[in-house]
């Protein structure tokens, strides 16, 4: 698990060298929006990763969904509301990337380099329990 948090802490710090660049020159290169894409595709999934791990090993329930992971989280007082409500905007997105990435916009990806910050909360919380 602390493999993963170290992977979501290298990841945001990759992803902050993308904010150099301007919406319009990620469109223009296809290695920037694979980047962009990837990094927090893998971020994303780390965090599920992590949040699928803790509900398993401290039995905090049965999810169905990597969004019920999450909820079991902020159920058992692991995560904010906050964050969990965060967390489950970012999921919805990883399934976006995943499945029908060919429809994502990428403005709309750019836009979450400003909210690298929820990355680092959710780390803050769950250090707090391992």
Avoid at 88 to 103: A, C, D, F, P, T
Wanted: hydrophobic share 40%.
């Amino acid at each position: 698990m602390l493999e993963r948090l170290r992977i979501i802490e290298e990841n945001i710090l990759q992803l902050e060298q993308l904010k150099v660049h301007s919406l319009e020159e990620i469109k223009r290169q296809k290695m920037l929006q694979w980047a962009l894409r990837y990094g927090l595709l893998e971020t994303i999934q780390a965090v599920i990763d992590v949040a699928c791990h803790l509900v398993s090993k401290y039995n905090l329930g049965n999810p169905e969904t990597y969004q019920e992971c999450i909820e079991f989280l902020r159920e058992h007082k692991y995560i904010s509301e906050e964050s969990s409500k965060k967390l489950s905007q970012m999921i919805g997105l990883r399934n976006l990337l995943v499945h029908e990435y060919i429809k994502v916009d990428i403005s709309r990806i750019y836009n979450l380099l400003d909210y690298l910050d929820d990355f680092r909360v959710f780390i803050e919380e769950i250090k707090d329990h391992i």
